[in-house]
């Protein structure tokens, strides 16, 4: 009787496990890119008077209306979903934020219907040049920030970062992890991916999940080399040899040698 009783408990809680996502939850990343925004600064043909266009709504660089209603509307979305996790009450130690109609010219007719196709090789090639330097660092980030949780004291330990980004930076860390979903296409404003870890009978094991759009619901995407279930200690070791840390990375931009700094860059 004792033991059947055992089996019903036990069969509860892996029901209860499955039900609850989260349960096992202990941590997660979330990188989503940045609302729409004006432009920095604009290129000018010599004989064209500019501004081209004038926006009022915003400067330079900054989000529009609709940007800022994106933001939103990306931060509503992360709170259904994780609202059981992050809580009610926002606390900096736990949670951490980093902080991206006139008409065409006759020559670019032919071009709008393929300006998607273009823009993405153009990224494609643009990120695979840089492969070996800025990219690298995409998966340095994307394991520190896991690590940095795991190795603060119990009570010191953060539920999440943010990290706002650049449609660049998606595609960069999807050819870095060979996410097909990322990896080949720009991604929208507002998209989300979400790096979760996971303790399940004292493993640590990593999800990744993705919502491309603000109307499409988050996905499991696999990493070809540590698929489903994602132990963390295999995901260290698929990428051991193409971490590059911070230092480092700087140093190798300013054309220096890789050891040329010994302490912490901010």
Not at 184 to 194: H, K, Q, R, W
Not at 208 to 226: A, G, K
Request: with cysteine; glycine share 4%.
């Amino acid at each position: 009787m004792l033991a059947l009783g055992y089996l019903l408990l036990l069969h509860l809680l892996v029901y209860t496990a499955a039900q609850n996502p989260l349960s096992t939850l202990q941590f997660v990343a979330f990188w989503f890119r940045h609302g729409e925004r004006t432009p920095t600064h604009y290129m000018y043909f010599p004989k064209e008077i500019p501004p081209l266009i004038r926006y009022t709504e915003a400067e330079p660089g900054e989000l529009t209306n609709r940007g800022i209603q994106q933001a939103y509307q990306r931060g509503q979305f992360i709170r259904t979903h994780y609202d059981s996790f992050l809580g009610l009450v926002y606390r900096p130690s736990e949670l951490i934020m980093n902080n991206t109609q006139l008409p065409y010219p006759r020559w670019a007719e032919p071009l709008r219907a393929n300006v998607s196709l273009y823009r993405n090789i153009f990224h494609q090639r643009m990120i695979d040049a840089q492969s070996e330097t800025a990219g690298r660092y995409h998966s340095e980030m994307l394991l520190s920030f896991i690590e940095d949780h795991l190795n603060r004291p119990l009570m010191a330990r953060n539920k999440a970062v943010f990290i706002s980004g650049h449609d660049s930076n998606f595609m960069a860390l999807g050819r870095q992890l060979n996410i097909t979903q990322i990896a080949n296409e720009m991604l929208p404003f507002a998209a989300l991916l979400t790096v979760e870890l996971h303790v399940i009978n004292g493993t640590n094991f990593v999800e990744l999940w993705l919502s491309p759009t603000l109307t499409e619901e988050l996905v499991r995407v696999d990493i070809p080399q540590c698929p489903n279930p994602c132990r963390l200690e295999t995901l260290q070791n698929v990428l051991k040899d193409r971490r590059l840390s911070k230092p480092s990375w700087e140093a190798q931009c300013l054309g220096l040698e890789a050891n040329a700094y010994d302490g912490i860059v901010t």
